[in-house]
């Protein structure tokens, strides 16, 4: 991580009014496509990593059963209650956390959601989602992070990101090389088959923007997917 998780904190807390309209085609793109490819069920639970301003989120939460939304910027989670407040969607829940420690126990937070599942709730969710964030992070730290949301049994991750389909041109970066760290396709495709995953689908948005979708088994008490 070029700088301090404070440091990202801060930068996006002073840009979280204009961050909705202040967004390029590709990134829309993108966050499309995420919300396309994530697709939860009515039971399932999501976990938005990265929510900023709650454009997955917001979009899942009619379809799912729970959406959780997590961020380090206040800021940007502050928008992101405001427009679900705006929309009358109760069934979400903002609060810290970061890709290698998302702070998510299962546990449905009473004042968050007015439908909470009746059995006992183990850490894992069904889908997990991350549009434009996870960039922000080292290779290692992308690495760490994967292994993470693997520990939580989703049976699919969805990431919208910067990527590399190939050498990017450094006169025409899509990113800022000064906070930015973006992965080849290549970097991402071994951290998630390395977790457990499988990739399912590939999306090339730009030369350095696609989403990946990877997608793994879950092992019941008795050994069997």
Do not use: W
């Not at 990431?159 to 190939?166: I, K, T």
């Amino acid at each position: 991580m070029k700088k301090s998780i404070e440091d990202h904190a801060a930068r996006f807390d002073e840009v979280a009014g204009e961050y909705d309209e202040d967004q390029s085609d590709e990134y829309r793109a993108c966050a499309n496509l995420v919300i396309e490819h994530a697709d939860p069920d009515a039971s399932d639970t999501v976990l938005d990593l990265g929510t900023g301003t709650g454009a997955i989120a917001l979009a899942l939460a009619p379809d799912a059963d729970r959406v959780v939304g997590r961020d380090i910027s206040e800021g940007m989670m502050e928008e992101a209650k405001r427009k679900a407040d705006e929309r009358g969607l109760e069934n979400l829940e903002f609060d810290y956390g970061r890709f290698r420690d998302p702070e998510y126990d299962g546990e449905v937070d009473a004042e968050s959601s007015e439908t909470p599942r009746a059995d006992t709730r183990s850490p894992r969710v069904d889908v997990v989602t991350s549009n434009f964030a996870m960039h922000h992070l080292s290779d290692e730290e992308k690495r760490e992070a994967i292994e993470t949301i693997a520990d939580l049994e989703p049976r699919r991750f969805v990431l919208g990101d910067v990527m590399f389909f190939g050498e990017p041109d450094p006169d025409e970066p899509f990113y800022s090389p000064e906070v930015d760290d973006p992965a080849t396709v290549g970097t991402l495709a071994d951290a998630f088959t390395d977790a457990g995953f499988s990739l399912t689908a590939v999306e090339r948005v730009h030369d350095q923007v696609g989403v990946l979708v990877a997608e793994r088994g879950r092992v019941t008490d008795d050994g069997q997917e």
